[in-house]
């Protein structure tokens, strides 16, 4: 079993910036892809973000494009999400997630993740 802690959530103004973290331990972090999701008040969980095994490559929703960065550094086996220019509408608890196949070669907002966090709270106030 894999196990991810999320951090750094809290509440903020809009027009600022939080940067969570996750942390992974169970398995090899750095061969596997990891994304972000999200599910606001009396939503579905959705897809924020995701990036490559061996970073570099990324996909990111429209919603949060050119203000959310998703990051990797292997050597801390941690996973980051940039928050910049954050709105009202960003309100929801944020999780963070694990792919299950070895090196997946394309990274989609349409993976499958399989292992997932608690979840970390970003309220954005008006």
């Known amino acids: 079993q894999v196990q991810l802690v999320e951090s750094g959530g809290g509440l903020v103004q809009a027009g600022g910036s939080l940067r969570l973290s996750c942390a992974a331990s169970?398995?090899?972090?750095?061969?596997?892809?990891m994304g972000w999701f999200r599910q606001g008040p009396g939503k579905d969980r959705e897809f924020v973000a995701a990036?490559?095994?061996?970073?570099?490559?990324?996909s990111t929703a429209d919603s949060v494009k050119g203000r959310f960065t998703i990051s990797r550094d292997n050597a801390k086996n941690s996973v980051y999400l940039q928050m910049n220019s954050l709105q009202p509408e960003d309100t929801a608890v944020y999780y963070c997630?694990?792919?299950?196949?070895?090196?997946?070669?394309?990274?989609?907002?349409?993976?499958?993740?399989?292992?997932w966090g608690q979840g970390t709270q970003v309220t954005v106030s008006s």
């Open positions: 990036i490559k095994w061996s970073g570099g490559s990324t």
């Open positions: 169970g398995r090899t972090f750095s061969n596997y892809a």
């Open positions: 997630a694990a792919d299950n196949v070895y090196r997946r070669s394309v990274v989609t907002t349409t993976i499958d993740f399989a292992f």
